[in-house]
Nanobody, 124 residues
Framework: QVQLVESGGGSVQAGDSLKISCEAS????????MAWFRQAPGKEREFVAL???????YYADSVKGRFTISKDNAKNTVYLQMNSLKPEDTAVYYC??????????????????WGQGTQVTVSS
């Protein structure tokens, strides 16, 4: 059974920082590409960031320069460091995984494994 469990969400003020985590099990972690998506109320799920098997990274324009994705293969965990948070960052953040991270894909349909999500709320 593949399991992705997000944690670290919460409520913060605009300009604050927050780091969320996703621990994976049931996969060969270092052979997978890991990504973060988010979904705000009334909106479609959107790509946020990804890290490939060779540590290549890609970010959505809306978070570039503010968010950093990283991973710890020994802990089977991927992280999203979020700085300079804005109210428009408010969303449920989801962790996703796909085998073979050689191609850095940003479409949600490319990821067969998903976590349950963690809520991030940013107030002004």
């Amino acid at each position: 059974q593949v399991q992705l469990v997000e944690s670290g969400g919460g409520s913060v003020q605009a300009g604050d920082s927050l780091k969320i985590s996703c621990e994976a099990s049931g996969i060969t972690f270092n052979a997978y590409s890991m990504a973060w998506f988010r979904q705000a109320p009334g909106k479609e799920r959107e790509f946020v960031a990804l890290v490939g098997i060779r540590w290549s990274t890609y970010y959505a324009d809306s978070v570039k320069g503010r968010f950093t994705i990283s991973k710890d293969n020994a802990k089977n965990t991927v992280y999203l460091q979020m700085n300079s948070l804005k109210p428009e960052d408010t969303a449920v953040y989801y962790c996703a995984a796909r085998a073979d991270g050689a191609l850095l894909l940003r479409a949600s349909s490319a990821y067969p494994y998903w976590g349950q999500g963690t809520q991030v709320t940013v107030s002004s």
